[in-house]
């Protein structure tokens, strides 16, 4: 199956620290993955790497076959990142948010599709106020908005449901399948083997920058899902 993201032998240094070594991974195109192992495993480094954030030390990354030093706008184009930051712009209100995220990537119909994504993310009520006097939940609401608008090829999600209600919480995890099963690729960080069997079909662990597992997950694979708990428990240890 073709790669949405391939890493050949990618390290990523910080210093003395030494925070990829050697990764060697592909990510098929339609699929969604879980990065997992305890802090300091490299989870939220590799997602940066592949959102092109940061760029490798050594070796090689390719994002649906291209070379994001060469064509970086064209790989950012297609992805979108979503994390403890919203990065959205907190004096605009939610539509003035979506409105620059739509002139942005060009997006027709802009308006009608505003107004549903609000509509989906309870947010029609708010959707004047400025976003930085939002609640924690209802930002990150905003910022599933602004994916439902873009319908990215390349979902990057790092903890995405840390501090979220249970409204908030469920309007991610219905978004993430809607566009796992349109195609997207999806590569979640996470800590919780529950969110991790819910949102992806397989999972890597890292331990001190390196992959010490991956294999499948899900609800149906529970021979994978008692796997990686007890890989989980071997790397924390």
Excluded at 94 to 108: K, Q, V, W
Aim: glycine share 8%.
């Amino acid at each position: 199956m073709e790669a949405a993201v391939a890493l050949s032998n990618v390290s990523r240094v910080f210093g003395s620290l030494r925070a990829l070594d050697s990764i060697n991974l592909e990510f098929p195109v339609g699929s969604s993955t879980a990065l997992m192992g305890p802090n300091g495993a490299g989870k939220t480094t590799l997602l940066k790497v592949c959102a092109t954030l940061i760029s490798p030390t050594s070796g090689e990354l390719r994002v649906a076959g291209l070379d994001p030093r060469r064509d970086g706008a064209l790989v950012r184009a297609g992805l979108a990142v979503l994390g403890h930051d919203s990065h959205l712009y907190g004096d605009l209100n939610a539509t003035e948010n979506l409105s620059f995220t739509a002139r942005l990537y060009g997006i027709d119909d802009a308006d009608r599709l505003i107004a549903e994504a609000l509509q989906r993310m309870g947010l029609r009520a708010a959707a004047r106020r400025p976003v930085r006097t939002y609640s924690r939940g209802m930002q990150q609401r905003c910022a599933l908005a602004r994916v439902l608008l873009q319908r990215p090829r390349l979902l990057l999600l790092d903890e995405p449901a840390t501090g979220l209600d249970a409204a908030a919480r469920s309007a991610l995890y219905e978004i993430v399948a809607e566009l796992r099963d349109a195609g997207a690729t999806v590569i979640t960080t996470t800590h919780d083997v529950d969110e991790a069997v819910i949102l992806c079909d397989r999972a890597v662990v890292l331990d001190s920058g390196r992959v010490v597992w991956s294999g499948s997950v899900g609800a149906t694979a529970a021979d994978g899902r008692s796997e990686l708990e007890t890989r989980l428990r071997t790397a924390h240890r």
